[in-house]
């Protein structure tokens, strides 16, 4: 299993804590049983944590026209709004919700062109609410493909998450599926899309990074 190198610090303090706390443990409790279900605990935990950083392998399906899923999770929004930081008129908006058990890989949702990058401080109100798109720490990404047609994504921090992690940088090429970023425990990725974007989801819908079709654009 192939580790996120954002989770290598975390990793190896949980991993310490771990073995020191199992080591207390058992001199406390003298090997007994309870001992061994303290130490029990720890290793779940240290696992929990090391497949919170996964990177799975997955194929890339998206394209210059077939916008694919920016996260693992679990589609919350699907709504024509207004968009007021960069398009500043109406759009398609998908949100995917990532939860403590989705791998919180971010990819490229499109091929083309970073034409704007930038990234946000803020609160970190639970990601599901619509408003932590506005609010909560987050990056604004809009990438142009071939045809001059332009998406924004955006990574936002959750209630638990405390560091959005982007990889993009205004003027780089970028191929769907390619690495976006990382978001720390818990979050949203947006997508914003035309309104004659043909849409391939709906809301409840799960998804996989990289891999899901959300919608086809010109």
């Known amino acids: 299993m192939k580790v996120h190198k954002e989770g290598y ?29 303290a130490v029990a605990l720890f290793v779940g935990f240290t696992i929990f944590i090391l497949s919170f950083f ?55 949702p499109l091929s083309g062109e970073v034409v704007h990058y930038k990234y946000h401080p803020g609160k970190y109100v639970a990601a599901f609410y619509p408003k932590s798109s506005e609010k909560n720490e987050r990056t604004t990404i809009v990438i142009r493909n071939e045809n001059g047609t332009e998406i924004l994504t955006r990574q936002i921090a959750g209630l638990f998450a405390r560091r959005v992690v982007c990889y993009a940088q205004k003027g780089k090429k970028v ?14 990725a947006d ?26 654009i010109k």
Request: a neutral charge; aromatic letters at 12%; glycine letters at 8%.
């Open 54 to 108: 996964r990177v799975p392998v997955r194929v890339a399906n998206g394209s210059g026209t077939l916008v694919s899923a920016p996260a693992d999770g679990k589609v919350v929004i699907v709504e024509e709004v207004e968009e007021p930081e960069y398009f500043k008129g109406k759009r398609i908006q998908v949100s995917v919700f990532m939860s403590f058990f989705n791998v919180h890989v971010n990819w490229f």
């Open 191 to 216: 997508i914003f899309l035309p309104l004659d974007a043909k849409l391939n989801v709906k809301v409840g819908d799960k998804v996989v990074g990289s891999e899901s079709i959300i919608a086809e």
């Open 175 to 188: 191929e769907a599926g390619g690495p976006e970023g990382f978001i720390k425990f818990g979050s949203r």
């Open 9 to 37: 610090k975390t990793i190896f303090v949980t991993l310490s804590l771990a073995i020191l706390f199992s080591l207390i443990a058992l001199e406390i409790f003298n090997y007994t049983m309870w001992a061994w279900i």
